[in-house]
């Protein structure tokens, strides 16, 4: 009963958002069932109001793939600060530690250690000039390096049609952080006739990791 209070009050405050063009956010710490129901609402919502129903399921992947590369990125930072990942350059250790936490048991316990530790994600919805802006902020930054390779990933995969032509000519090891993913991201959106260049991941290099998918709404 609490719960499906905090849902009606919930949705009560995202209808009265969008009638004042108001931002909504969204704060996770882990990928769990309660935010994604939430992140259903407002997207369900705003295509609603602009006739666009027939992307939303593209377009919440794209936003699921976003939280669960935050998820992991934030997984990892911990597994690093108690000693479970050793050595962070080395990429198999990586990949398997990080995986080894990819299930629900799991996932809430690091979301709990997330929230201690100040790691959170946060998902903001901006209608504007007709747009959608999707922001997905993570408060962990990117070095040069990982930069660089996501931008290249985002470029090479925009020349496809299908992730899985992608990945067949263009394998990645290190596909467990944000690599395959991306690419996922590029081909969903130009299915839909969304450009690459209306997705981009930008860092300040100190605190935040910045993801942004514009969705043309007119």
Do not use: W
């Not at 004042?20 to 109001?49: G, P, Q």
């Amino acid at each position: 009963m609490i719960r499906q209070e905090t849902d009606k009050n919930f949705q009560m405050e995202v209808l009265t958002a969008l009638k004042n063009m108001s931002n909504i956010v969204i704060i996770s710490y882990s990928c769990i069932e309660d935010t994604e129901e939430k992140i259903k609402f407002v997207l369900a919502k705003i295509l609603e109001m602009h006739q666009k129903e027939e992307i939303f399921t593209p377009i919440l992947s794209c936003i699921k793939e976003l939280i669960a590369n935050a998820t992991k990125a934030n997984a990892k930072k911990i597994m690093i600060e108690e000693g479970k990942i050793k050595d962070p350059e080395d990429i198999i250790d990586v990949i398997a530690k990080v995986r080894s936490i990819l299930n629900e048991d799991a996932i809430l316990e690091y979301g709990l250690k997330a929230k201690e530790h100040h790691l959170q994600t946060r998902i903001y919805f901006k209608l504007y000039n007709k747009n959608l802006i999707i922001e997905v902020i993570n408060n962990l930054p990117l070095s040069d390096k990982e930069k660089r390779k996501i931008n290249d990933r985002i470029e090479k995969s925009s020349k496809y049609d299908n992730i899985a032509e992608f990945y067949m000519e263009n394998p990645d090891p290190e596909a467990e952080g944000m690599g395959l993913g991306i690419s996922m991201i590029v081909v969903l959106l130009k299915n839909i006739n969304i450009s690459h260049r209306n997705f981009m991941i930008t860092t300040d290099g100190e605190n935040k990791t910045y993801a942004k998918i514009l969705v043309p709404l007119g």
